[in-house]
């Protein structure tokens, strides 16, 4: 059904209600009536109220009259939007200085010269959208063929051929159609969720009309989050092999679109984590604006989501909810210890021992060597199945018995291990009692690599908007690894969508 604009509004009056026949007129009605009840649930709505996912604290779903203000104001040519993309650029630097980063902003310097479009686009191809239905008695129309279009726009689309990509520019014309009930409908560009983030000067507003179609976007933020690609050699890589020149801003935007886009994904993926019955866990340094996060991992066999916050117990509530009760797999990290379901990652502690052997003290390494014998007979036991049933000479009582040995030498790393054994006693040797717990945490510390090399070429993320997006991107892209899906097409797939303000399409199940 047409949604009625500002437009639409401003054509009706008593007269126009009038000349109406009573099935018209009751079709008109009908759509008034669904605009107002959608008008006033909007005013009801808060976030103790609503069913939006938490995420949505940083979306807000769009005012279309402010939306289309916008609209209107932006022009029609591929020039005025080079402009617009230089205007990007200058919003960004005048962004709050942060500190380690020296003196210089990012983006475009004030007072620097800006670039714009030289040659104009040529569009391969017109594409015509005419409305199909009248906005406001819901009669269907006929294209009038010597219709003007009322706006148009270029798109920059990218197109995987079975001989590698190529990159199509289409013209999209907009029309406006007359019913024989007297009313003018235009058909315009859609839009969807709006980013907002505190202090910047003009909102991120996912829609339609745009250069950048969502399979180039796609490929941009691929080259970003999962080629680690910076934004200025994205510029250039794009200019040289693809014959495609934007600016770092609107690469920029790209790839903050498609985070934006994942974003819900994200939240779907976060529910159904939780009726996981082993989940992975671990955290990494981050810094945020050179501001020190961690980033955590919550990972399964079919799901991983990552997530940018403090180290502090209550983020994991952004992971694992109440609604969990499998099991975890963690290091011996202070956040997981009041979890009752938990394997204390056997890995971890083997590389400890493993450093005690090595000790100059003649008697610790000889203890180093019990303790790292004893765990790794712990692992050798869960792979072979056929651990010592002797209740007193079981290798979990033997492993106790060297831990509380070692805790009376004065040793600080041995007594440390001993300590963080005993301490976490029941998490270490959960795997020997339910032998489905995987007894180390590789998956999880595999999952992080990928971010740990990230940060070292980047520094990290500059805003919270910033470290949304990488994280839901890279869970999405994971997630799709571990379903054996390609993500980009599924990633290509949300972003449309979320341009037109519909929900992403499911998220694909392993093949
Ligand atoms: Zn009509």
Redesign the pocket.
């Known amino acids: 059904m047409n949604r009625l604009s500002k437009e639409d509004l401003a054509q009706m009056n008593r007269d126009y209600f009038q000349s109406l026949d009573k099935q018209?007129l009751v079709e008109v009605a009908g759509n008034l009536h669904s605009l107002a009840v959608e008008q006033i649930e909007k005013l009801e709505q808060n976030s103790s109220n609503s069913s939006l996912p938490p995420s949505s604290d940083q979306f807000r779903s769009t005012s279309s009259s402010e939306l289309e203000e916008k609209q209107e104001t932006g022009s029609e040519t591929s020039v005025s939007q080079s402009k617009q993309e230089k205007k990007e650029v200058s919003e960004e630097s005048e962004k709050p200085k942060s500190k380690g980063f020296g003196k210089k902003l990012p983006g475009k310097q004030k007072g620097a010269k800006g670039i714009w479009r030289t040659t104009p686009l040529v569009a391969s191809e017109i594409v015509a959208h005419h409305p199909e239905t009248?906005a406001?008695?819901n009669?269907l129309l006929e294209i009038d063929s010597d219709a003007k279009p009322h706006m148009g726009y270029y798109v920059l689309e990218l197109e995987k051929l079975d001989s590698g990509i190529e990159v199509r520019c289409t013209l999209h014309h907009y029309y406006q159609a007359t019913?024989?009930?007297g009313?003018h409908t235009k058909i315009k560009p859609q839009f969807g969720y709006v980013s907002v983030v505190e202090g910047r000067s003009r909102d991120l507003c996912l829609q339609e009309y745009g250069l950048v179609g969502p399979m180039l976007a796609t490929f941009i933020a691929s080259l970003a989050i999962r080629y680690r690609i910076s934004r200025p050699k994205i510029r250039e890589l794009l200019d040289d092999w693809v014959g495609v020149s934007l600016s770092v801003g609107t690469i920029d935007r790209c790839i903050r679109e498609v985070g934006i886009a994942c974003s819900p994904v994200v939240e779907e993926l976060i529910e159904e984590l939780q009726s996981a019955e082993i989940i992975h866990l671990d955290e990494t340094p981050w810094y945020e604006k050179g501001k020190y996060r961690w980033l955590w991992v919550a990972i399964t066999s079919t799901i991983a989501v990552f997530h940018i916050g403090s180290r502090r117990k209550e983020e994991l509530l952004c992971l694992i909810t109440s609604a969990f009760v499998g099991w975890l797999v963690t290091d011996g990290y202070g956040a997981y210890i009041n979890y009752p379901k938990r394997q204390h990652c056997l890995a971890h502690l083997i590389r400890k021992a493993i450093a005690l052997t090595e000790a100059v003290d003649r008697e610790v390494a000889d203890l180093g060597q019990w303790l790292l014998e004893e765990l790794r007979e712990l692992i050798h036991e869960l792979a072979t199945g056929d651990g010592d049933k002797d209740e007193t000479d079981s290798n979990p009582a033997r492993l106790y018995r060297v831990c509380r040995l070692a805790t009376g030498v004065e040793h600080t790393k041995l007594k440390a291990l001993a300590k963080e054994i005993l301490a976490d006693w029941d998490a270490v040797v959960a795997c020997f009692y339910h032998p489905q717990l995987p007894p180390t945490n590789n998956e999880a510390e595999r999952a992080l690599r990928h971010a740990v090399i990230a940060r070292r070429i980047s520094y990290g993320t500059r805003t919270s908007e910033g470290s949304l997006a990488y994280c839901s991107v890279l869970s999405v892209i994971e997630t799709c690894r571990l379903r054996k899906v390609d993500p980009w097409s599924y990633i290509a797939q949300v972003l449309t969508q979320a341009r037109r303000g519909i929900k992403h399409p499911p998220i694909p199940v392993a093949s």
């Open positions: 018209k009248c406001s008695c009669s019913c024989s009930c009313h």
